[in-house]
T-cell receptor, first 115, second 114 residues
C-alpha cells in the first residue's frame, strides 16, 4: 500500500530534550515536506526537500532541523524543544510529472506536546 | 505573493442539505488549487484538484468545486450533506508548478446535524 508513515504518533516531552520524528514514504517520491498545524492557522511549511541531500527552509523553520540522506526518509529533528513547538506535525511527499509536481500525500500526523 | 482565505471558520448544515465552503485565493499567475479534508484524528486526504483544465472539478464523495478566475474563488460544494462529511476542510494553493510548496487556508470546520 502506498503510504507516508510517521513515528511516533504521539509524544510528550520536556523542554530541551532532543527528539526526532521520523517520516518514510514508499512511493519513490522526490519531494518531501514537513508542516505544523495550529488552530486557526492551517498548515505551515517547516522544511522541504526536493531530492536526496537537497533541503530548504519553509515558512517556519526556527527550532527545527531536517536531513535527507535517503530518498524514502525525511526525519524532523528538534534539538532543544520548547513549549511553542507543541503542535500537530505532518509529513508529506509528492512526485514530479514533467516540470510540475503532483498532489501531496500526507502522513497520519504526530501530536507533540512539550512541557 | 500567493495566499488563500477561507471565508468561514465554521459551517453548520443539516443532513441532506447542500454544503458550501468558500475559498478565495490570491495568485500572480494561474494557480493550482486543491481541497483537502481532515477527519478527526486523521491525516489529510485529497478531495479534488484544479490544474488549469476544466473549471468545474469533481472530487470524491460527491464534492465538487468551480474555479472562477474573475472572482478569484474556488468554492467547494456538495448537493446533500452526510453525517460522515463532518470534518475540517482546507483550501490550498500551490505556489508554482515547478515547486512543491503549498499555501494552506486557515481551515473550515463542517458540522453536520442530524
Amino acid at each position: 500500500e502506498a503510504q507516508v508513515t510517521q513515528n511516533p504518533r504521539y509524544l510528550i516531552t520536556v523542554t530541551g530534550k532532543k527528539l526526532t520524528v521520523t517520516c518514510s514514504q514508499n512511493m519513490n517520491h522526490e519531494y518531501m515536506s514537513w508542516y505544523r498545524q495550529d488552530p486557526g492557522l492551517g498548515l505551515r511549511q517547516i522544511y522541504y526537500s526536493m531530492n536526496v541531500e537537497v533541503t530548504d527552509k519553509g515558512d517556519v523553520p526556527e527550532g527545527y532541523k531536517v536531513s535527507r540522506k535517503e530518498k524514502r526518509n525525511f526525519p524532523l529533528i528538534l534539538e532543544s524543544p520548547s513549549p511553542n513547538q507543541t503542535s500537530l506535525y505532518f509529513c508529506a511527499s509528492t512526485s514530479r510529472s514533467g516540470s510540475s509536481y503532483n498532489e501531496q500525500f500526507f502522513g497520519p500526523g504526530t501530536r507533540l506536546t512539550v512541557l | 505573493a500567493q495566499s488563500v482565505t477561507q471565508l468561514d471558520s465554521h459551517v453548520s448544515v443539516s443532513e441532506g442539505t447542500p454544503v458550501l465552503l468558500r475559498c478565495n485565493y490570491s495568485s500572480s499567475y494561474s494557480p493550482s488549487l486543491f481541497w483537502y479534508v481532515q477527519h478527526p484524528n486523521k491525516g489529510l486526504q485529497l478531495l479534488l484538484k484544479y490544474t488549469s483544465a476544466a473549471t468545474l472539478v469533481k472530487g470524491i464523495n460527491g464534492f465538487e468545486a468551480e474555479f472562477k478566475k474573475s472572482e478569484t474563488s474556488f468554492h467547494l460544494t456538495k448537493p446533500s450533506a452526510h453525517m460522515s462529511d463532518a470534518a475540517e476542510y482546507f483550501c490550498v494553493v500551490r505556489v508554482s508548478s515547478n515547486t512543491g510548496k503549498l499555501i494552506f487556508g486557515q481551515g473550515t470546520t463542517l458540522q453536520v446535524k442530524p
